[in-house]
Structures are given as structure tokens and as C-alpha cells.
């Protein structure tokens, strides 16, 4: 023990408490309403004088209730509030499925150049020709990376995505007097939002079996395929982490039934710049601009779901458009024959094309293909790290992006996959994917993106390592509180949903005090 | 490459561990024929200098807000966002987390969003809200969805009223699926929807202040629709009217969306936006998209968890309400940090300066010759007719320097009635100078 200058103890073990150490700077912090009241204000405004409004009668008799902070307040709430999160920029974020990379700091400068961030979106064509260049040479980017002949920008996230490619076909099939198809092909290893998007149009879901190793089975399909269908749904490479070995085939299979192929974008991150889905058949495809685009994730959003359309479904893409017209760009708001015309109001999500083709300039055709690379090699390097302590459900395929582990290396030890996940949080990391893929037993499903150093993998697998051993030796209890670090334990989530709490009331007490 | 970690010498140890010679033997699941079997030409990486410059290049062709006169409204608007907000958007925490799935290490974004969905319900008066949808339009078609769910009827009546691209997404949304009334648009602020309300109906939608900047009586039609057992649902494109305009949720309504992104949120040439969705405490197991809720950890502390997720995708896949997974996080984030720093008491005097540049501009308009000004009502937006086609009067202002309003035509090019109408709005960013400006480029171009 060493001791400092005032000759008190100092070091570890001078107490005999639980470390709880770093939590003086997370203090709880109480709720604006709790703190904030209605007279206080951050903003200085003039109180305007009115002396004939036109209300028409309709103004507001009912209090707002709203609470307000100063400005040091309020920057003080969500300085403190930010530092009950973990993120990217502070830690390791291996989010199977979610594509936690890197958000380079210059997309955010550049989205907010007043030339894009302050631009109104029915301004006149004439004076917005830059950020229609701007959207032309994005959807240049995301077809030549795709090898497909249309994008449609307009969809604000995956799902959106996914609902306007599935539109396009059933589009397409009602021209073609094809409408009578009711049935979307769909593995069972998809994303919810596919069968989601799928019963959102009416179509009946038809699930396909996974194989024994993790790929779906082009007799399967064809066993499947019928003139009901209308389309296969199918992540490629999928959520197991391996690319479909047979996806041309299926394609074929779909094609020559009269179905299309709707493919889940969602993984597109593993194979950017180095396979083209065009090559491989697919109709349609939504590419996630925040996963594999880095636009932000902003705790949930906003995102940008781009689709792509083969030849076949190009026609039937959404308004708006840009096109070349007789005096420069212009935007294409209405369309008269087959489109099926529009998805949101205005032209999507600019803010986030800004960032993802200042991403995509940033990285070049060769640095995209290389962060792909270094994707793949990322996860296989976890795959092979963990190969012997972990159990690999899959071991047939390399893994591309993503490595996938179920949980019967845990089996006898009382220690379950969303224990392990927690005690993960007390090493500083964020927990993967738990329980997804379905198809896997207490998948574990670790994405590390291209963004992690050979360092950082190492660290992260010495600790899986380490927890896997020590769940192996016996120590459950470690597993079962854990985390006992974050700022908050283990939370209710019965309790949340059973009699739900979703504002804030003043209590009981104030109120009877104000009367 | 800047963004990518790893050396030359890192990637051929760790292809060494992995077992495998070289990268392609991990891609040798894809068919050789699919496999680097093109040439992209897209241009080599880049440093952060020449991406720059040629992103200011693309920016610098666009007229922005600030260089000149701005009346432009129709469902987006230029407001002034303090520093504050966008600074502590882009805090690491805040900027580059997940949708918080792991409770324990996300409770700086719960805790906001709880505080987000109170300051909804309390601006629309309503009981709960969610966390957030895309934006008002794709808000209205799940509300739409909602409606028919919560009911089990068809027929969804849209106000002539309502925004004609949220007219257009629902049309969309439930295309030859339901039985779907779109009434003609309605410039002057006439109403025929009570009469289209029948035993069939499941919501009517209308939107206040209107597509043409006209205040709609709520409680009327809340009534009318209550009288046939069909739910309201109110559309407000710009929320600082709820400033000084009664909640809809004391006027009767039963779902109320509301495009947020007035409220902390740049114009960005239309998204990300932020769609806000409140409804009555019975339908909430009906209501789309995440919701945030109270609990406490295994201490008895309180702390906040995404919940009822038996809605969503993820659990329910085809049974779901939505399948909607990200929303609008970040930007409910923004909407959330200038509400409280507006508290009451700002967004009260942001609301009637709004109102008051508006009342100037209708009188300033009403001055010119030959413009009339159709309403007799507005919160900061209004309808002027014109003698002269009203996209080409726009292009001649917008060679001026001004952006003098939309042209209706633009959102609904079929409807010839509409030809010679404009929509325009002031703000408090609205000055005088931008009125005089407006007012007399207009009348030397009617002249």
C-alpha cells in the first residue's frame, strides 16, 4: 500500500467496499421535469405584440406544462445524460447485424454546410442544382457498387426500404396481371422486419428451413416456389454471417417461377466493392446508409434506406427523381402511368446522403472494397481467436462479416447467453447480438466492423476468452448480477411492460400542495 | 486509408491465425463468377481535403436559406436552432450509440426519450406518445393503419385540408387495400368531411393549421367522427402552432402525428425529419414504433427500458403493428434538448412571434395590388392568389434572391384550380426587410 502526502492510505484495498470506482462522475440525474420548471428559458425572444391575430378562437386555453432550463442547465442534463451511454467513440460495439463502424467527424461538417443543411425541399429547382448533383452522384455510387440499373433514395431506413422494394414488385406483378400471387418466401433466419414487411402488404409468409450449416437450400426454394409467389426475402450474405453459396441458383429458381428476388441490404457491408448483387440476381435491395455508409445511429435513427432495382423493376420506382431536363437537373415529383407514386413527403433523408457519399469520396472505390476486406477478416479473426472455447454452429463457410457462436459452450454452467452478454458490460464492452438468429440456440452474433484495430480484437478476445473460461470453472454468480459496474443493474423489463410508465407525472404530493 | 486500422503486416498475422492464405480464400463461398469480376471505376480513396472541397463545390450551387428573403413552408420550416442543440447532438454519447437495447449502459438515451414522449403528450395534450417515427407523412399513414386496426373498418377520410404528399403516402401506404376518400383540395378553408362520415368509417384525418395555412375547428370534427364511432386523427405539419393553439387532445382527438422537425431540427432539404405520434392510454398496445417506459434495476433504482415491444418486428415479425425499426432518434433527441431549453415560457413567445411576423406579412401581402389573401385564419402560413401563373411568379422572385413561397401547383399539378396560388410562411427568423422586400420585388413583377 503506498501513501500520499496528507499520510492516508491510498491504492487498492483501502476499503472494503465493492469498487464502484469512476461512478462520482455518473451522478443520477433527476428528470428535466424534475429539475426544469416553466418560467425558466434557455432562449432569449422578444414578446411580440398582436393586436389583431387571427386565431379565429382557437387559441390555447390548456396549460403547456413545459418544463424549461437555462442554458448552463441544459447543457449540464445532457452532458450528464450522454454519459450514461456507451458508443462507438468510447468503446467496442460488436452488434452483430447492426454494422457499429466508425463515424468519420467530417460527414457531420459537411451535412451542416448551409448549402445542405439549410436548403428548403420545394425550393425551386433552379436553386438547388447542387444537392440534386449531389443525390445523382450517390445513386452513380450505390448502382455502380450494386451493378443495378435504378435507385430509388427515397426510403428513410432499412424498413421503409424493404417496404418500397416490396411495393415495386407487387407493382410490377399487378401490371403484368400477375396480382393473383399471394405468398412471400421468407428463411427463417431473417430479419423481423422482412416477414413484418411482407404481412404490411397483405402477402402470407411462407417460411424456408435453414440447412444443417447455416445456408438455405436451393431445393428448398424450388419446393417452395409456386405461382402463388410473389417473391423470396433473402439476406445475403445472410444473418448467420455466410454468403449464400447457392444464391445464383436461387435466383434462377425465383426467376424462372416468375417471382422476384428481394435481397435484405443488411449485411452489405461484408461484400462492398467486392461483389455486386446485380451479378448475383437480385431484383431488389435496400442498402442501410447508417450501417454500412456510416452515417451515425443517433441512439436510434435517423437512418436512410436506399433501394436498388434491377431493369425489371426500374420503372416502377417512387417519386421523387432526379433527372436531366432542359435547363439543368430537375426533380421528378409526379409521375402519371405505372410508379406507385410516393413513399414520404419530400426527397428522403439529404442529410444522410451528404454524409454517405462524403464517406464513399473519403474511401474510393478501393478503400471501400478494402474496408469490406478487413470486415471479413475482422470477424473470421474472432472466429478463429474463439474457435476452441466457444462452440461455432457453422463451421462448414468461412464466416464473411459477422461471427456467429450458439450456447452450448455454456451448457451445466447455470450461465445463460444474455448473462454472458451483461458480464461482458463490466469489461467495458458492449454486448452482441443475443438470441438472433433464431435459428441458432442463444446465438451470439459478434460484428466488429472493419473499424477495430488487431489491438482492440485482441483485447475483446482475451476477455471472451476469459469470461468463457471462468463461466466453464464454475462462477456463475459473476454472470447472473452482472453488470454491477454500468450505471444502472439489471432492469425490470416485466415490470415496464406489465402496467407501463411511459410519461412523467407530477406527483401526487405537488399537486396536492399547489391546490 | 484513414478510417482503416490495420497495417499490411497486422492483416498477414491475422490471416496467419485465421489458417488461410490469402483474403480471398474467406470470400470462397461466392461464386468465382460474382468475385472481383469487374473493374467499379469509382475514383481512389481521398484525403479530407479534396472530399471537402468537392462537397462545398456541390453546396456552393445551392441557394441557402440565409442569402436572402425566405418564405418557403408547405409542411418544413425555417427555424432558428441554438448552438447548444447541435452541440450536444454531435457528443460522441449521443451521436454514434445504438437504439438502446442494453438498458444498462443506454440510460442516457432512455431517460431522453422518456422526457421526449412526456413533452409530446403534454404539447398535443394527449395521454402517451412514442419515441419517434420517420416523419409526419409516414407518421399520418401509421396512424391511418392504427385507425383501421383499433376499429376493424375500412374507410379512412382524408380532409382536403391534409398535405398533399401525406395525402399521396397514404394513398400509397394503402394502396386498393381499403377504401380510401380523398377529398379536393381545399384553398379557401371549406370543408365538406362530416359529410363523409359513415358507420364504415374508421378515422377521418385533418390537419391543422391546413396545407393553405387555415385553422380547422377540431372539436367539430372530433364530435362528428364520435358520433359514428370513428376516431379523429389530427395532422400538424407545424408544431410551434401548438404555442398558442388549443392541444387537440382537449378538443377530442384520438391520435394526433405531428412532423417535429420545427423544433430543433435544420431544414435539410427535407430529412431527416422527425415524426411524432400521441394517442389516447387505451390504444397504446396499438400504437406503432418504440416506446420507452419506467422501471427499476435489480437496486430498486429507477431507470428506463425500451417496452411493450410485443408490438414491434423484432418479436412479433409478421404479426407486428409496424415494421418500423430505426426512427428518429437523433433528431427527437434535438426536438427534446430545444424544447427544454424553450421550457413554456420560450416556446409560448416563439409561437407568438411566429404569429405576429405572419400577421404582417398577410397585411404587407394583402397591400399589393392584385393579390388576395385567401385566409381569414393562420398561425404563420397562409394562401395567396395571384393574377399570373404562380411557378413561373416563383422562379422570377427566386432570380431576385427571394424564395417567395410554393407554388400549389407543384403538389398538385392536376388540379388547374390551384394554378395561380401560393403558400407562403414567415417565422421568427422573418424580418421586416424580408416583407418589404417580398412585397415590392411581387409588385413590380404584377405590375
Known amino acids: 500500500m503506498s501513501m500520499n502526502n496528507q499520510g492516508r492510505p491510498t491504492g487498492t484495498g483501502t476499503s472494503g467496499f465493492a469498487s464502484t470506482s469512476g461512478s462520482a462522475l455518473l451522478p443520477n440525474e433527476p428528470l428535466l421535469f424534475e429539475i426544469g420548471d416553466t418560467e425558466h428559458s434557455g432562449v432569449d425572444l422578444p414578446d411580440a405584440t398582436i393586436t389583431n391575430t387571427r386565431l379565429g378562437g382557437f387559441e390555447r386555453k390548456t396549460a403547456l406544462d413545459l418544463a424549461g432550463l437555462t442554458e448552463p442547465e441544459a447543457m449540464r442534463h445532457y452532458v450528464r445524460l450522454s454519459r450514461l451511454n456507451h458508443s462507438i467513440d468510447s468503446g467496442m460495439y460488436p452488434l452483430g447485424s447492426c454494422t457499429m463502424k466508425h463515424n468519420p467527424r467530417l460527414n457531420e461538417k459537411m451535412a451542416r454546410l448551409p448549402g445542405f443543411a439549410d436548403i428548403h425541399p420545394l425550393q425551386p429547382a433552379s436553386t438547388v442544382q447542387g444537392a440534386l448533383k449531389l443525390m445523382n452522384e450517390l445513386s452513380h455510387w450505390l448502382m455502380t457498387l450494386t451493378n443495378t440499373s435504378a435507385v430509388a433514395l427515397t426510403p428513410k431506413a432499412g424498413a421503409h426500404g424493404e417496404l418500397l422494394g416490396m411495393m415495386a414488385i407487387k407493382a410490377a406483378q399487378d401490371a403484368a396481371g400477375q396480382g393473383h400471387r399471394r405468398t412471400v418466401l421468407v428463411p427463417e433466419s431473417a430479419h423481423g422486419t422482412n416477414p413484418a414487411t411482407a404481412a404490411f402488404l397483405g402477402y402470407s409468409v411462407k417460411s424456408i428451413p435453414a440447412r444443417s450449416d447455416g445456408t438455405v437450400d436451393v431445393q428448398a426454394v424450388k419446393d417452395a416456389l409456386s405461382p402463388d409467389v410473389a417473391a423470396i426475402m433473402l439476406t445475403n450474405p445472410n444473418t448467420c454471417g455466410l454468403f449464400e453459396p447457392q444464391v445464383i441458383e436461387i435466383a434462377k429458381a425465383v426467376h424462372a417461377a416468375g417471382a422476384f428476388f428481394y435481397c435484405d441490404g443488411a449485411n452489405f457491408n461484408a461484400i462492398m466493392g467486392v461483389v455486386r448483387p446485380g451479378d448475383l440476381g437480385i431484383d431488389a435491395m435496400h442498402i442501410n446508409l447508417h450501417k454500412t455508409f456510416s452515417t451515425p445511429h443517433g441512439g436510434g435513427g435517423p437512418g436512410a434506406g436506399p433501394v436498388v432495382l434491377s431493369a425489371a423493376l426500374a420503372p416502377f420506382a417512387p417519386v421523387p427523381f432526379v433527372r436531366k431536363g432542359a435547363n439543368g437537373l430537375e426533380l421528378v415529383e409526379h409521375e402519371e402511368d405505372q410508379a406507385l407514386g410516393r413513399i414520404t413527403a419530400f426527397q428522403g433523408q439529404m442529410g444522410m446522403y451528404v454524409r454517405a457519399l462524403t464517406y464513399m469520396l473519403s474511401h474510393g472505390g478501393d478503400g471501400l472494397a478494402q474496408a469490406a476486406q478487413d470486415a471479413v477478416l475482422n470477424a473470421n479473426y474472432i472466429k478463429a481467436r474463439l474457435g476452441q472455447v466457444f462452440s461455432v454452429p457453422f463451421p462448414d463457410y468461412p464466416t464473411m462479416h459477422e461471427a456467429l457462436f450458439d450456447d452450448s459452450f455454456l451448457a451445466g454452467t447455470g450461465v445463460t447467453t444474455l448473462d454472458f452478454a451483461k458480464a461482458l458490460i463490466d469489461e467495458g464492452f458492449h454486448p452482441m447480438t443475443m438470441y438472433f438468429p433464431l435459428v441458432v440456440h442463444g446465438a451470439m452474433l459478434i460484428e466488429p466492423t472493419e473499424s477495430e484495430s488487431k489491438q482492440t480484437l485482441d483485447r475483446f478476445c482475451d476477455v471472451m476468452e476469459e469470461l468463457a473460461l471462468d463461466a466453464k470453472a464454475g462462477n456463475a454468480a459473476r454472470f447472473t448480477a452482472a453488470p454491477m459496474k454500468a450505471p444502472r443493474r439489471r432492469l425490470d423489463e416485466t415490470r415496464a411492460a406489465r402496467s407501463p410508465i411511459i410519461k412523467w407525472e407530477r406527483p401526487a404530493e405537488t399537486l396536492k400542495a399547489a391546490e | ?447
Open chain 2, 1 to 447: 486509408m484513414r478510417y482503416l486500422p490495420h497495417s499490411e503486416a497486422e492483416r498477414a498475422e491475422m490471416l496467419g491465425v485465421i489458417g488461410v492464405p490469402n483474403i480471398d480464400a474467406l470470400f470462397s463461398a461466392v461464386p468465382a463468377l460474382a468475385l472481383k469480376s469487374f473493374d467499379l471505376g469509382l475514383p481512389a480513396h481521398s484525403p479530407e481535403f479534396l472530399v471537402e472541397a468537392h462537397m462545398r463545390a456541390l453546396a456552393g450551387q445551392n441557394h441557402a436559406g440565409s442569402d436572402g428573403p425566405f418564405f418557403v413552408g408547405a409542411g418544413a420550416y425555417r427555424h432558428h436552432v441554438p448552438a447548444t442543440v447541435d452541440h450536444l447532438i454531435q457528443r460522441s454519447e449521443w451521436l454514434t450509440a445504438y437504439t438502446p437495447y442494453q438498458p444498462e449502459i443506454s440510460q442516457g438515451t432512455l431517460q431522453m426519450l422518456f422526457e421526449f414522449q412526456t413533452q409530446v403528450a403534454k404539447l398535443t395534450g394527449m395521454d402517451v406518445a412514442n419515441a419517434s417515427l420517420y416523419d409526419g407523412s409516414t407518421g399520418t399513414a401509421e396512424a391511418v393503419l392504427m385507425a383501421r386496426r383499433l376499429t376493424k373498418r375500412n374507410k379512412i377520410v382524408l380532409s382536403g385540408g391534409l398535405h398533399p404528399h401525406y395525402r399521396d403516402v397514404v394513398r400509397a401506404y394503402l394502396k386498393d387495400d381499403a377504401d380510401l376518400v380523398c377529398l379536393s383540395a381545399s384553398p379557401e378553408g371549406q370543408g365538406d368531411i362530416l359529410d363523409h362520415i359513415d358507420d364504415q368509417t374508421a378515422a377521418i384525418v385533418v390537419q391543422t393549421p391546413d396545407f393553405y395555412g387555415h385553422l380547422r375547428n377540431i372539436k367539430t370534427a372530433a364530435d362528428a367522427a364520435h358520433a359514428k364511432g370513428a376516431l379523429l386523427i389530427v395532422v400538424i405539419t407545424e408544431v410551434v402552432s401548438l404555442g398558442l393553439l388549443e392541444a387537440p387532445g382537449a378538443l377530442g382527438a384520438d391520435i394526433v402525428v405531428a412532423e417535429g422537425q420545427s423544433i430543433g431540427n435544420a431544414l435539410n432539404f427535407g430529412g431527416p425529419y422527425l415524426g411524432l405520434l400521441a394517442t389516447r392510454k387505451e390504444f397504446i398496445r396499438q400504437m406503432p414504433g418504440r416506446i420507452c417506459g419506467e422501471t427499476v434495476d435489480a437496486e430498486g433504482q429507477r431507470g428506463f427500458v425500451l417496452t411493450l415491444s410485443t408490438r414491434e418486428q423484432h418479436i412479433r415479425r409478421e404479426k407486428a403493428t409496424s415494421n418500423i425499426c430505426t426512427n428518429s432518434g437523433l433528431c427527437a433527441l434535438a426536438f427534446s434538448i430545444h424544447m427544454a431549453l424553450l421550457g413554456e415560457a420560450g416556446f409560448t413567445r416563439l409561437a407568438r412571434l411566429n404569429h405576429a411576423n405572419a400577421c404582417k406579412l398577410a397585411d404587407a401581402l394583402e397591400a399589393v395590388p392584385g393579390v388576395e389573401v385567401l385566409n381569414k385564419t393562420f398561425f404563420n402560413e397562409m394562401t395567396i392568389r395571384t393574377p399570373q401563373p404562380a411557378a413561373a411568379l416563383i422562379e422570377r422572385l427566386a432570380k431576385r434572391g427571394i424564395l417567395g413561397g410554393v407554388p400549389v401547383s407543384r403538389l398538385e399539378p392536376k388540379d388547374h384550380s390551384v394554378g395561380n396560388l401560393i403558400v407562403l410562411a414567415a417565422t421568427e427568423l422573418t424580418t421586416d426587410e424580408d416583407i418589404a422586400a417580398l412585397t415590392s420585388a411581387l409588385a413590380e413583377e404584377l405590375a
